[in-house]
């Protein structure tokens, strides 16, 4: 635990940084049938209030989400959407905005808020450490987490 909570104050507390998220999630088809799909994310955070995301999903599809501290914008080039919605505040109220009122999918969304210590407080029931590893020849810590206690 101990680990993750120095990488959370550490995330929390900094004011540039910019990451690669490479993800895969499942869609449920109406079949029943899961399909996974895969994207690459580059997110470049600006605290207090500026967030800038560039998607591109392994169908090819490019999106664009902006905040710049008054407006969220989304841009989809593929399906020709340009939408903004007037939306003042901090990083973390226009995170939180866009995924429980908007629906947008934010991976890790979590780790981009400045409230990632507390949040892990209440999110994470324990951690093991795994092993000491190397991602794109930077030494890192591999820890599992669980967010759900056992009956």
Not at 9 to 19: G, N, P
Not at 73 to 102: C, E, H, P, R, S
Not at 112 to 123: A, G, I, K, V
Request: charged share 25%; hydrophobic share 40%; proline share 3%.
């Amino acid at each position: 635990m101990t680990i993750l909570k120095n990488m959370s104050q550490y995330l929390a507390q900094t004011e540039r940084f910019s990451v690669t998220i490479r993800d895969g999630y499942d869609a449920v088809q109406q079949s029943g049938q899961k399909i996974e799909y895969g994207e690459v994310r580059k997110v470049i955070v600006s605290r207090p209030d500026r967030l800038r995301f560039e998607i591109e999903r392994s169908d090819g599809e490019k999106a664009l989400v902006v905040f710049n501290g008054t407006d969220l914008t989304v841009y989809t080039a593929n399906k020709n959407v340009y939408a903004t919605v007037a939306k003042q505040g901090t990083l973390d109220q226009v995170i939180k905005y866009a995924v429980d009122d908007l629906k947008i999918r934010v991976p890790l969304a979590v780790m981009l808020l400045s409230t990632l210590p507390s949040e892990l407080d209440s999110l994470v029931v324990s951690a093991d450490y795994v092993e000491a590893t190397t991602i794109t020849d930077v030494p890192c810590d591999h820890v599992a987490a669980r967010n759900f206690s056992r009956c």
